[in-house]
């Protein structure tokens, strides 16, 4: 049972940072993909960003490219989303989850393991 739980969410002035972290359960972490989405209320879940097994290779929404970077620790089963220059637009509720085997890394669809979200408020 894969199990992926977020922390690091939290209330932040425009122009703030933040850091998410998401912990994976399991020893099969470093063979997958993980990416980051986010969902505005009453909105579909939106791609953010996604990281290859390896962490060598990254993929970015444009409305976050620049200001967001993933990251991802494979000894500590730990991805990362660190958000600079945040806006209140970024406010969402953020998931982490992980890819299926291989496919898009863009498409909620592609990914059947999530989190259970983390809020993240961007005041103006």
């Known amino acids: 049972q894969v199990q992926l739980v977020e922390s690091g969410g939290g209330l932040v002035q425009a122009g703030g940072s933040l850091r998410l972290s998401c912990a994976a359960s399991?020893?099969?972490?470093?063979?997958?993909?993980m990416g980051w989405f986010r969902q505005h209320p009453g909105k579909e879940r939106e791609f953010v960003a996604a990281i290859n097994w390896a962490g060598d290779l990254t993929y970015y929404a444009n409305s976050v490219r620049g200001r967001f970077t993933i990251s991802r620790d494979n000894a500590k089963n730990t991805v990362f989303l660190q958000m600079n220059s945040l806006k209140p637009e970024d406010t969402a509720v953020y998931y982490c989850?992980?890819?299926?085997?291989?496919?898009?890394?863009?498409?909620?669809?592609?990914?059947?393991?999530w989190g259970q979200g983390t809020q993240v408020t961007v005041s103006s």
């Open positions: 989850a992980r890819r299926a085997d291989s496919g898009s890394y863009y498409l909620p669809s592609n990914y059947p393991y």
């Open positions: 399991g020893r099969t972490f470093s063979n997958y993909a």
